[in-house]
Structure formats: structure tokens, C-alpha cells
């Protein structure tokens, strides 16, 4: 037998010292899991639940009305965006990872969340045809009066618009699918601010801007976060890049939010009654709510940022090769993060079912 040659040891001892180490914590790593899920899970079902619960609790002691059907009409417009966000999301990352190497996409579920959003903006035509009341039969909606109304006919615009969203899904052209979704966030300003209220055009243009970008945040980063667990094996690092891409972006859509959520709420609250309305009215208790929402987003978002711009420093401990970080390591708090987003999505629905606050 011939002996190994001193060159080949050294390169197989090299290569077990770079080789990584079996685990010996898989248990723990397992029960690790385990928690996250089941705090994913509370975290959704949570959200789940504000529509139900959210306006009883907004309303408890501040002497306010609870408009009936208020339950029903938080749900559906919660579904109605996270519908709308799904697709405008897909857009905005198909966009970054454009320029990509090596990146995959995922395939879309803008037909599935059109069809979706077809069935909650039905569901609020129904009560707006039956006098903003949940309808508990045919006869009680005035179909032929949705036309002759502003409500009416915006509510109606925005069940059309699903439906092109669902059948242009499929287009190669960006324009064509963006259209019918432009036309929901016009439908969705013009219809949160009527034309008593004062400067309703203001009103109006801030609700756009706010809107879109939170259907960009929201449905970017789960469609991010799909095409990072697509990419994992074959290529980490070009989902890594996809996120880190989509972090940027994130920075200016939270800059944007921020500006237009602050202008919103002043229009509603002036600034001398800010404070009293956060806790004694339900609108402003629900945006206090929202608003800590954000705050726990934010720093999430910041986690997984932080991780990502570890991951992709070299390690100076190796000098046989350049060692990066694991660029899945941003992947449990942007899923955290992405889950939260679900929650203030419905606490945003609640807020255009309780009622506005009288400016003191």
C-alpha cells in the first residue's frame, strides 16, 4: 500500500476542519422551531380576531355608537386589502429581483387573491345597497340605488376592478395588471373621505400614498420571503439579495408611511386633542393600537436587516476561503415580521369601521 501524500492529508484535514460540525443540539433546535410556530400561529390568529373582538373593545366607555354591522364590514375591508396587497407586492419585488443573478421567482398568487378580493368587495356592495346594514335577504338590497350613489358606485368599481385583476393576472404586460389595481386604491381614497368632509381632495391624495405603500410593504415582503424559502438550497444568496433589495425599498415606503399616517391623523385629531382622542374615542385607541403594531414591525425589520448585512460580511477567522455568514439567518424575524404586517392590516380595516372623531 502506498502512502498518502503529505500534500493530500493536509488538503483532507483542511477539509474536514472547513466541513461543518454535526449538530448536537437537534432537539432543542426542533423545540426552537416549534415555539416560533406556534407564536406564528397565536400572532395570526390574533389577527384574526380583531375584527371580531377589535370594535366591542375600541368602543367600550367612550360613549361613541357602534354602527351595526361594523364586525362584518371590518373583516371584509381587512380581506379587501390584504387582497389588494398580494398583487401590488408581486409587482414591486418582480421589479428588484429583475436584476438578480440567478433569482427565481415563485409563482404568483394575484389570481387567487383577485377572486378573493372580488368576494369581500361583493360582500361590502351588499351592505351598502342595504343602507350600510349587514342584509340578511335579497329584498332588503336596492341594487338599482348603487348607481345613483357615490358609495354606491365606488363599490362597484372596485368588484369590477378584481374581476380585470383576476382575468389580466396572466398578462406578460406590467401596465395591464397594474391598471385594475390602481383603479381599487383610487376607489379605496375617494371612498374614506366624502366630499362633506373639509378638504377631501387632501384627504384623499394622503389615503393614495398611504395605501400603496402599505400594499408595497406588506405584499412585497411576503413575496420576498416566498422567493428566499424557493431559493434556499440552490441559491441563498440570490434570495438574500431579493430581500436585501426589498430592505431598501422598505426604508423609504416606512419613511412615506409614517408621513402621510402622521398628516392623516392630524386631519382627524387636531394636535391640541391628540392625546385625550388616543384614549378616549375608538378611532383613536384603534390607531394607538396600529401604531405600537408598526413600532414591533420596525424592529423586526431591523433584525432581519442587521442579520443580512452580517451574513453578507466575510468572516477574517477563515484563510483558506472567504466565510459568510447564512444568509437564512434574516429569514424568523422578517416571517415574524411579515405575520405582524397581517395584523395591522386588519387593525387598519377597523379603523375605517369605527367612528370618525368629532374635531374638538
Given at each position: 500500500?502506498?502512502?498518502?501524500?503529505?500534500a493530500a492529508a493536509a488538503g483532507d484535514e483542511a477539509a474536514a476542519a472547513d466541513a461543518p460540525a454535526p449538530s448536537r443540539h437537534r432537539?432543542?433546535?426542533?423545540?426552537?422551531?416549534?415555539?416560533?410556530?406556534?407564536?406564528?400561529?397565536?400572532?395570526?390568529?390574533?389577527?384574526?380576531?380583531?375584527?371580531?373582538?377589535?370594535?366591542?373593545?375600541?368602543?367600550?366607555?367612550?360613549?361613541?355608537?357602534?354602527?351595526?354591522?361594523?364586525?362584518?364590514?371590518?373583516?371584509?375591508?381587512?380581506?379587501?386589502?390584504?387582497?389588494?396587497?398580494?398583487?401590488?407586492?408581486?409587482?414591486?419585488?418582480?421589479?428588484?429581483?429583475?436584476?438578480?443573478?440567478?433569482?427565481?421567482?415563485?409563482?404568483?398568487?394575484?389570481?387567487?387573491?383577485?377572486?378573493?378580493?372580488?368576494?369581500?368587495?361583493?360582500?361590502?356592495?351588499?351592505?351598502?345597497?342595504?343602507?350600510?346594514?349587514?342584509?340578511?335577504?335579497?329584498?332588503?338590497?336596492?341594487?338599482?340605488?348603487?348607481?345613483?350613489?357615490?358609495?354606491?358606485?365606488?363599490?362597484?368599481?372596485?368588484?369590477?376592478?378584481?374581476?380585470?385583476?383576476?382575468?389580466?393576472?396572466?398578462s406578460p404586460h406590467a401596465l395591464l395588471r397594474l391598471a385594475p389595481l390602481a383603479a381599487i386604491v383610487a376607489a379605496e381614497a375617494l371612498?374614506?373621505?366624502?366630499?362633506?368632509?373639509?378638504?377631501?381632495?387632501?384627504?384623499?391624495?394622503?389615503?393614495?400614498?398611504?395605501?400603496?405603500?402599505?400594499?408595497?410593504?406588506?405584499?412585497?415582503?411576503?413575496?420576498?420571503?416566498?422567493?428566499?424559502?424557493?431559493?434556499?438550497?440552490?441559491?441563498?444568496?440570490?434570495?438574500?439579495?431579493?430581500?436585501?433589495?426589498?430592505?431598501?425599498?422598505?426604508?423609504?415606503?416606512?419613511?412615506?408611511?409614517?408621513?402621510?399616517?402622521?398628516?392623516?391623523?392630524?386631519?382627524?385629531?387636531?394636535?391640541?386633542?391628540?392625546?385625550?382622542?388616543?384614549?378616549?374615542?375608538?378611532?383613536?385607541?384603534?390607531?394607538?393600537?396600529?401604531?405600537?403594531?408598526?413600532?414591533?414591525?420596525?424592529?423586526?425589520?431591523?433584525?432581519?436587516?442587521?442579520?443580512?448585512?452580517?451574513?453578507?460580511?466575510?468572516?477574517?477567522?477563515?484563510?483558506?476561503?472567504?466565510?459568510?455568514?447564512?444568509?437564512?439567518?434574516?429569514?424568523?424575524?422578517?416571517?415574524?415580521?411579515?405575520?405582524l404586517l397581517g395584523a395591522v392590516v386588519a387593525v387598519s380595516a377597523l379603523l375605517t369601521a369605527v367612528p370618525v372623531p368629532i374635531r374638538?
Open positions: 500500500m502506498s502512502p498518502i501524500p503529505p432537539p432543542a433546535d426542533r423545540r426552537r422551531a416549534l415555539r416560533r410556530t406556534v407564536a406564528v400561529l397565536c400572532l395570526a390568529a390574533g389577527g384574526l380576531l380583531i375584527p371580531l373582538l377589535g370594535p366591542g373593545a375600541a368602543l367600550d366607555g367612550t360613549g361613541e355608537a357602534d354602527d351595526p354591522g361594523v364586525e362584518a364590514v371590518t373583516l371584509l375591508r381587512g380581506v379587501l386589502f390584504a387582497a389588494l396587497a398580494v398583487p401590488v407586492g408581486e409587482e414591486f419585488v418582480r421589479r428588484l429581483a429583475a436584476r438578480v443573478p440567478g433569482a427565481t421567482l415563485p409563482r404568483g398568487w394575484s389570481a387567487y387573491a383577485a377572486v378573493v378580493g372580488a368576494l369581500a368587495a361583493l360582500g361590502l356592495t351588499a351592505i351598502v345597497a342595504a343602507g350600510n346594514l349587514v342584509p340578511t335577504s335579497p329584498s332588503e338590497m336596492d341594487i338599482g340605488g348603487l348607481y345613483g350613489s357615490r358609495d354606491g358606485t365606488l363599490a362597484l368599481i372596485e368588484v369590477n376592478a378584481f374581476v380585470v385583476a383576476g382575468l389580466l393576472a396572466r371612498r374614506a373621505h366624502p366630499a362633506t368632509e373639509d378638504t377631501p381632495l387632501l384627504g384623499s391624495a394622503l389615503t393614495l400614498v398611504h395605501l400603496t405603500c402599505a400594499s408595497l410593504w406588506a405584499g412585497g415582503l411576503l413575496y420576498a420571503l416566498r422567493t428566499v424559502w424557493l431559493l434556499r438550497a440552490q441559491a441563498p444568496d440570490a434570495g438574500a439579495a431579493v430581500l436585501g433589495r426589498y430592505a431598501r425599498g422598505a426604508l423609504l415606503l416606512l419613511a412615506a408611511l409614517t408621513a402621510t399616517g402622521v398628516c392623516s391623523a392630524l386631519r382627524r385629531m387636531p394636535p391640541g386633542t391628540v392625546l385625550d382622542q388616543l384614549t378616549e374615542t375608538a378611532y383613536g385607541r384603534t390607531l394607538l393600537g396600529k401604531v405600537l403594531l408598526v413600532a414591533v414591525v420596525c424592529a423586526l425589520a431591523l433584525t432581519a436587516r442587521r442579520r443580512l448585512r452580517t451574513a453578507a460580511e466575510p468572516s477574517p477567522s477563515s484563510r483558506l476561503r472567504s466565510s459568510r455568514g447564512d444568509p437564512m439567518a434574516a429569514y424568523p424575524p422578517a416571517r415574524a415580521e411579515v405575520v374638538w
